[in-house]
């Protein structure tokens, strides 16, 4: 009998632990989708803003562009107005600067096209810069990370001023990161807050950073990064993400 139950105990505990190592490995491929899951999200938040930034431009430029033809379809009528008011064959004059922009439109005819000529292009430069952004972000969505390094470094050669040009240099850090090329993942996180100060990038590259020392074992550098996105940013998810970080060091006594 005793024979037996130490025999059962051996399977119970085998059974146990092959259990354990399908739990371990279940949540790790969950948490791989998720992490999949968060940096597609945060491109979508990326891609949306760039939409936003680049529609507040354009309506920008089209109001100030309709500004400087009223004014000059009002200055050109005004002049004709006081020198032949009868030429116009009694119609009657423009109305003052208030006047609406369908009323404007309407008395200036012609004049209005001839005007809006020299107005604003559509920026076809911004499609195109979406479109290769995009695609090298699903090349790292799909965990194709080499082939997204070289998607992100074509992007930016290619469009060095685009307003999507720092999301994608963090991106290519990102995509070393996880291919575990953590000098060159270090070098791009830096190169986001070096070269685009006010990019909405800084907090997650500079938390990144620390994470690149910490891997690269350059302990008091991860420190002090980390200590200023902790300090900085302290109410975003990358502060949070520091303080743990930091735990984590203190704890292994770094």
């Known amino acids: 009998m005793q024979i037996k139950l130490n025999d059962l105990d051996t399977r119970l505990t085998r059974i146990e632990r092959?259990?354990?190592?399908n739990s371990l490995?279940?949540?790790s491929n969950q948490m791989g989708a998720l992490q999949a899951d968060l940096r597609s999200m945060h491109?979508?938040?990326d891609v949306l803003n760039h939409g936003l930034d680049t529609s507040r431009k354009q309506q920008h430029d089209l109001y100030a562009d309709l500004d400087q033809r009223l004014k000059a379809l009002e200055s050109r009528a005004g002049a004709a107005g006081g020198s032949a008011p009868a030429a116009a064959g009694g119609a009657m004059p423009p109305g003052p600067p208030g006047s609406t922009v369908l009323g404007a439109a309407a008395t200036a005819g012609p004049a209005a096209a001839d005007a809006g000529a020299g107005g604003p292009a559509p920026n076809a430069a911004g499609a195109a810069d979406t479109v290769s952004y995009q695609a090298a972000f699903a090349l790292l969505k799909n965990s194709q990370y080499d082939q997204a390094i070289r998607a992100f470094?074509?992007?930016l050669g290619t469009y060095p001023s685009s307003p999507l040009a720092d999301n994608?240099?963090?991106w290519l850090g990102e995509a070393y990161y996880v291919n575990r090329a953590f000098p060159e993942a270090l070098a791009a996180f830096q190169k986001v807050i070096d070269k685009y100060p006010q990019s909405r990038k800084i907090p997650d590259a500079l938390l990144k950073v620390g994470y690149c020392d910490y891997e690269l074992k350059q302990f008091q550098?991860?420190?002090d990064s980390l200590t200023q996105v902790q300090a900085k940013y302290a109410d975003t998810p990358a502060g949070h993400l520091a303080q743990q970080r930091?735990?984590?060091i203190a704890a292994e006594n770094h």
């Open 18 to 21: 092959v259990m354990s190592n």
């Open 43 to 45: 491109n979508d938040i």
């Open 25 to 27: 490995l279940e949540i």
């Open 221 to 223: 550098a991860a420190k």
């Open 246 to 248: 930091l735990e984590k």
């Open 153 to 155: 470094q074509s992007f």
């Open 168 to 170: 994608a240099q963090y």
